[in-house]
């Protein structure tokens, strides 16, 4: 303990270094489950698409959108969310290391703790963890591109993934998943569709969680919504989820509050 005053604080400082994300950009950080194939193997996750544990990310996504105002914008497929923050943030002063340990251990606990609410019936069998990382978008432009090619990537592999699935599990053809991997190896989107025809699958009348992910993000103006027996009200600037297109840019002309 004589040693305590010997310790010179900026000294020890000096050592950390600076991490400021480029100003005035937009800062998207994207978390990813890690080693999620276990994770969904382990808890016995529907093949190709549990829908429950898609809705248990959801809504760990809008508590993030909840906690941090300066988060406009999430989209999320399979084990992944991308959070988009205005380019004006100065949240953590635009430190990379506090703004993506801060999403990420947010997103986490949260999954934890709402695991219950989706999943009754099926216990927990050991502590999930996502990591993050932080991009800076210098034009509303590319930051679009970044997003639509979050959703390209989830639909060839949501297409992918159904063809595999069905394949496997389909009764008549009986295929191992060697097999099923090899019939799908080079094979492009029309011979795809072709094969899910074959095994009387309507790839269009999927459910649009599957085929287009999850937006994230809050209400202009207040909305009636209808949905299905259930109607109600949302609030202006009540945070939602919904399964649009947005590599179309109309989405983003007719949202341009959330972004731009
Ligand atoms: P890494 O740690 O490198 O991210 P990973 O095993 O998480 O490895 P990913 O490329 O992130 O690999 O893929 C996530 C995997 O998690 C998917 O391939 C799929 O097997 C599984 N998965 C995630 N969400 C779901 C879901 N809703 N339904 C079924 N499977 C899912
Ligand atoms: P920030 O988000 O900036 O870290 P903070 O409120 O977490 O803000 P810290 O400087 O990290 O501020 O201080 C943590 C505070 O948490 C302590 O000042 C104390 O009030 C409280 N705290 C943490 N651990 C304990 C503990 N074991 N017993 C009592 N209080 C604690
Ligand atoms: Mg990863
Ligand atoms: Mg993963
Ligand atoms: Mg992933
Ligand atoms: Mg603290």
Sequence with gaps: TKDIGKIEPDFVRSFQFENKLLPLTWVVVRIDGCHFHRFSDVHEFEKPNDEQALKLMNSCAVAVLEEFEDIHFAYGVSDEYSFVLKKESELYKRQSSKIISAIASLFTSTYVIKWRDFFPHKELKYPPSFDGRAVCYPTYKILLDYLAWRQVDCHINNQYNTCFWNLVNNNKSKKTKEESQARLKGTQT?????????????????????????????????????????????????????????????????????LS
């Excluded at 795809?192 to 074959?198: A, N, S």
């Excluded at 103006?221 to 009200?233: L, R």
Aim: aromatic residues 8%; negative net charge; glycine residues 6%.
């Design 190 to 258: 029309r011979e795809k569709m072709e094969i899910l025809r074959e095994l009387k699958i309507e790839y269009n009348s999927l459910p649009l969680i599957f085929r287009m992910g999850s937006s994230v993000f809050r209400l202009k103006e207040a909305a009636a919504v209808e949905n299905g027996v259930v109607s109600g009200k949302k609030l202006e600037g009540q945070v939602v989820v919904d399964h649009c297109n947005i590599i179309e840019r109309c989405f983003w002309e007719e949202h341009p509050h959330i």
